[in-house]
């Protein structure tokens, strides 16, 4: 299991976030999932949740940069795609029901 340094399923809720190293545009409604120091351990704590939860399979999540300022830079792991803060909150609802911790954010960039 990963240090809380490297990785920890849903912090805190926290700003809003930049796009990590694929530049991608990300507005509306997501679902985070998770939360890591580096990108690299966002992606390995991704493919942990994804073999333990069989409500993620099929899933297709991004990863976004967070710079925090003095509390460092953070990679989340985050399902995107959702028109409303509704459709947001069905789909963390059902995730929940198959084990799997989340909340909704939205995201302006």
């Known amino acids: 299991m990963p240090s809380a340094e ?3 399923e849903v912090p805190a809720e926290e700003p809003a976030a930049e796009p990590a ?3 991608q545009r990300i507005i509306g409604w997501s679902v985070q999932l998770a939360s890591a120091t580096t990108e690299d351990a966002a ?3 991704w493919k942990k949740m994804q073999k333990r939860h069989k409500a993620l399979a099929g899933q297709s999540p991004v990863v ?4 925090l300022g003095a509390k460092g830079t953070f990679y989340r792991v985050r399902l995107t795609g ?3 803060q509704q459709a947001a909150k069905n789909a ?3 995730l ?3 084990g799997v911790s ?3 954010s939205k995201s302006s960039s």
């Open 6 to 8: 490297q990785a920890a």
């Open 21 to 23: 190293s694929e530049p």
């Open 43 to 45: 992606w390995s704590t």
């Open 64 to 67: 976004v940069r967070a710079d």
């Open 82 to 84: 959702y028109d409303s």
């Open 92 to 94: 963390c609802a059902k």
């Open 96 to 98: 929940k029901s198959g």
């Open 102 to 104: 989340c909340y909704i």
